[in-house]
């Protein structure tokens, strides 16, 4: 995985297959602490959800988060829970209120979310922002990890950190 880290803090890594982008996020999956929010953006098929699976991997969460199409949250138990939320059928804030995401927010979890934007302002000014975008070919995806805030810059270094220990490993 070629990874970039620019002066702002914004981390972009460049995955070359799917097993790529589930390594990052089984590697993210062991970084992460509890109010983690992300907040995950792109294209359907951009490797949203393979994310999240690798991050149950890295979470050693018995069961590995699929789609959550029909059920528009997920948990997870694991090193930590983690919530898995898609928000792509809702489109309006209104719809967003009945989920009662600031209680599940009062939890000691993790939580990612996919087409989330009408749910950002509701629930923090900071959050990890990660673009999905379709690289040059068909397996090729490129990952940008944007930072707001201090706890997310921070994270984003040793995510940062983390993926250059497991490149000088193999
Ligand atoms: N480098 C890559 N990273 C992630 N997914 C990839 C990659 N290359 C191909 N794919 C394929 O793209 C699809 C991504 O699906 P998914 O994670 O469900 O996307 P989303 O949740 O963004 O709609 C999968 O079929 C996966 O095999
Ligand atoms: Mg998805």
Redesign the pocket.
Known sequence: MRTRKEPDGTLIVW????A??EELGKILGGILQPGDLFF?S??????????V?GVTLGLDSAETAT?PTFALIHRYEGALPLYHL?LYRLSDPEDIEPLALEELREEEAAMMI?WGEPAKDLLASTYMEVG?DRGEQ????ILTFRPAGERYRELTHLLWVELEKSKTGK
């Open positions: 995955s070359d297959s799917p790529e982008t995950l792109g294209d359907l098929g951009s490797g949203k959800t393979l994310l699976r789609s898609d996919e999905f068909e397996e090729k995806r």
